[in-house]
C-alpha cells in the first residue's frame, strides 16, 4: 500500500510540474520591432519572388541565427541552409483586360477590379482570346459522390463558363448535407476552380456575396488581380481552367433578370439536391488579354532546435512571410500591402518564440522553427513542405500555425481555425486551462478558415496540425469589444494597404498567446505523445498509414 501511495504522489507531483504553467518572458517591444520593420514601406509589401522577399528571407534568418537556432533548410556539402527552395510558377496579366458582356443583342465593357476581377491564368498560355462564350449557372459547383450530391447532372460544359456560388449549399439555412454552417472544402474558391478544370469548363466565375465569402470585394479585388503562383505542374491545364474570376453580385443579379431569371429564386433551388444546371439564354461573355509566365524560386526559413533524445522526432511551428506585395491603388493612393498583422505578426511571433526556446534547456524532441512562403498564393510554401519535407512527416509530432496575432490586448479565450477534429487540439485546451484561459470554437466556421491557413498543407498529409488564434473575449471590453474589432480589420484591413503598423497596438495579448503555445511545444517536446486524428476526421486515414514508425 505504502508503494502504491508513493507512486501515486510522484505521479502527482509530475503530472502537477507538466500542469504548472511557465513564464518564458516573451517581450511585446521586440514583437511590435519586427512587425513594424517587416511590415514598413521597404519591404514592399514581402510578395514572393520579388525585393520584397529577398529583404524579408534576409531579416528572418539574421533573426533566428540571433536567437541561437541552427540552420534546417536543404541539405548542403557543409551540412544545412537556412532556407528550403520552393519552385514555383507566376503568372501575371500583362496589359489592359478586356472584358464585354452581351445581354439580348446588347454589349457592355467590364473593369478589371470593378465589375469582374479576373486571375492571371495558370496553364502556361500566353494569351487569353475568347468570343462570344455561353454561359450557364451551375449552383454551388458540387460534385460530391459521397454526400449524393452532384450540381452537373451531366451537362456538358465545355466551351462554356459558369458561374456559381461561393460556400456550401448549407451556407444559409444552416442545415442540410454539408454540415450546416461549417464550410466543407467544397465551398471553398479552390475547390469551385479545381472543379472547373475536371468538368472541362471554359471557366467558373465566382459569385460575390460578402456574408458566404466571409470578407468584401476588395479583398476579393486585391487577392486576384496581381500575381499568381502555382506550383511546378506536369499539366496544369488538369487542375486550371483557362478563366478563374469573381463576379459582383449585383451585376449576376442584373445578368439573371436579363436572362428572365431569378436570380434568388435559382439560389434557393441550388440548395436543394435537385437543382440542375441553367443557361442564362441570350447571355455571352468575351475577354482578350496578355499572359506573362515565368518560372521562379522562393523560399521557406527554416530553423531548428535539435532535441536530446529523440531528434528525429519534431514539433514544427510555423508562420507565413509572404503578403500581396505592391497592387492596385486602394481610395488614398497607397499601392503597398503591407500585411502587418497578416502575417508580419505571426513572424514576429516565431522569431521570439524561438528566442524563448533557445533560451531554455534543449527539449527531448526537435523544435522546429519555420516562416513559409506563398501562402497568400494558395499555401505553396507549405504544400510544398508537406509534399517535399526536409524531415519525415511520419516522426513529424505536430504543426502549430500562427496567422495573426492578437493586437488588441490580452483575451480570456483561445480559439482555433475550425475545428479538425484531433487530440492536439485537446492538448491546447488544457495547456490553456493552465494558463487561465477559456477555450471557444471557431467563431466563423461558414469561413472555411480551416482550409485557408499552413497547418492545412501539414493536415492533408496526416500531421496532426492546428492554426492557433486569440479568443475574442478581451479583458478590455469583452467579446463585443473583440467581435467589433475582428469585424472592422475584416471590413477596413484584410488584404487592403491599410493593413499596416499601428504603434498604438496592445501587444501583451500576443505575447500571453506566445507564452501558451511555447508552453505546448514544449510539453510536446518533452513527452512520448503522439497527437491524433481523432476518429471521422478526414486526416486519419493518411496518418494511420504510418504508425509503426512512431514508438
Known amino acids: 500500500m505504502k508503494k502504491l501511495l508513493l507512486s501515486a504522489a510522484i505521479c502527482a507531483l509530475a503530472t502537477a510540474a507538466m ?125 460530391a459522390p459521397e454526400r449524393k450530391w452532384d450540381d452537373f447532372k451531366g451537362v456538358d460544359l465545355h466551351g462554356k463558363l459558369a458561374l456559381v456560388l461561393v460556400n456550401d449549399p448549407d451556407y444559409e439555412t444552416g442545415v442540410g448535407d454539408f454540415g450546416g454552417k461549417a464550410m466543407t472544402y467544397y465551398g471553398r474558391w479552390t475547390y469551385k476552380y479545381e472543379e472547373a478544370a475536371r468538368q472541362g469548363a471554359v ?36 487542375v486550371h481552367a483557362p478563366i478563374e474570376a469573381w463576379i459582383q453580385r449585383d451585376q449576376t443579379v442584373d445578368l439573371f433578370k436579363k436572362a428572365g431569371l431569378d436570380f434568388e429564386a435559382l439560389k434557393k433551388e441550388a440548395q436543394t ?70 502575417n508580419a505578426s505571426g513572424v514576429s511571433s516565431l ?58 490586448g490580452p483575451a480570456k479565450d483561445i480559439s ?21 484561459r477559456y477555450f471557444t470554437p471557431d467563431a466563423r466556421p461558414e469561413a472555411g478558415s480551416f482550409f485557408r491557413s499552413d497547418h492545412f498543407s501539414f493536415a492533408k498529409q496526416g500531421v496532426p496540425a492546428l492554426s492557433f488564434h486569440s479568443g475574442q473575449d478581451l479583458v478590455k471590453g469583452g467579446v463585443a469589444a473583440g467581435k467589433a474589432a475582428g469585424e472592422a480589420y475584416v471590413r477596413d484591413k484584410y488584404h487592403q494597404p491599410a493593413d499596416e503598423f499601428d504603434p498604438n497596438w496592445d501587444l501583451t495579448g500576443m505575447s500571453q498567446d506566445l507564452a501558451l503555445l511555447y508552453d505546448l511545444g514544449t510539453q510536446l517536446a518533452n513527452s512520448r505523445e503522439w497527437p491524433e486524428w481523432k476518429p471521422g476526421s478526414e486526416f486519419k486515414a493518411a496518418r494511420d498509414k504510418t504508425a509503426t514508425l512512431r514508438k
Open 19 to 143: 500542469a504548472a504553467p511557465t513564464d518564458p518572458k516573451i517581450d511585446p517591444a521586440r514583437l511590435s520591432e519586427h512587425i513594424k520593420v517587416l511590415a514598413s514601406d521597404a519591404f514592399e509589401g514581402r510578395g514572393p519572388a520579388t525585393p520584397g522577399e529577398v529583404k524579408s528571407v534576409a531579416y528572418i534568418t539574421k533573426e533566428f541565427k540571433a536567437v541561437g537556432l541552427q540552420p534546417g533548410g536543404d541539405k548542403t556539402k557543409t551540412g544545412r541552409a537556412w532556407t528550403q527552395n520552393v519552385p514555383l510558377a507566376e503568372f501575371n496579366i500583362k496589359g489592359p483586360v478586356a472584358f464585354t458582356v452581351k445581354t439580348g443583342g446588347a454589349s457592355q465593357s467590364w473593369k478589371q477590379g470593378v465589375e469582374i476581377a479576373i486571375r492571371a491564368p495558370q496553364t502556361g498560355v500566353d494569351h487569353i482570346d475568347l468570343k462570344d462564350v455561353p454561359v450557364v449557372f451551375v449552383g454551388y459547383g458540387v460534385k
Open 203 to 238: 471557366g467558373f466565375i465566382v459569385i460575390h456575396e460578402t456574408g458566404p465569402a466571409s470578407y468584401g470585394w476588395n479583398t476579393v479585388k486585391n487577392s486576384n488581380t496581381n500575381s499568381v503562383f502555382d506550383i511546378i505542374r506536369k499539366d496544369p491545364a488538369k
Open 416 to 436: 482555433v481555425s475550425g475545428d479538425g477534429g484531433l487530440t492536439l487540439q485537446d492538448d491546447l485546451i488544457r495547456v490553456g486551462k493552465e494558463h487561465g
Open 273 to 342: 439536391r435537385d437543382f440542375k444546371p441553367v443557361t442564362l439564354k441570350g447571355v455571352t461573355m468575351s475577354t482578350a488579354f496578355a499572359v506573362e509566365a515565368k518560372h521562379v524560386i522562393s523560399h521557406n526559413v527554416v530553423g531548428v532546435l535539435p532535441g536530446t533524445k529523440h531528434p528525429n522526432e519534431r514539433i514544427i511551428y510555423t508562420a507565413h512571410w509572404d503578403h500581396l506585395g505592391v497592387g492596385l491603388p486602394d481610395a488614398r493612393g497607397d499601392r503597398i500591402y503591407n500585411g502587418a498583422v497578416d
Open 351 to 408: 522569431i521570439e518564440m524561438a528566442r524563448a526556446f533557445a533560451k531554455a534547456p534543449r527539449t527531448e524532441r526537435t523544435v522546429q522553427f519555420m516562416a513559409v512562403t506563398a501562402e497568400e498564393k494558395g499555401l505553396l510554401g507549405s504544400e510544398y513542405y508537406a509534399t517535399n519535407p526536409l524531415y519525415p512527416l511520419a516522426t513529424t509530432v505536430a504543426n502549430i500555425n500562427t496567422d495573426g496575432g492578437q493586437v488588441n
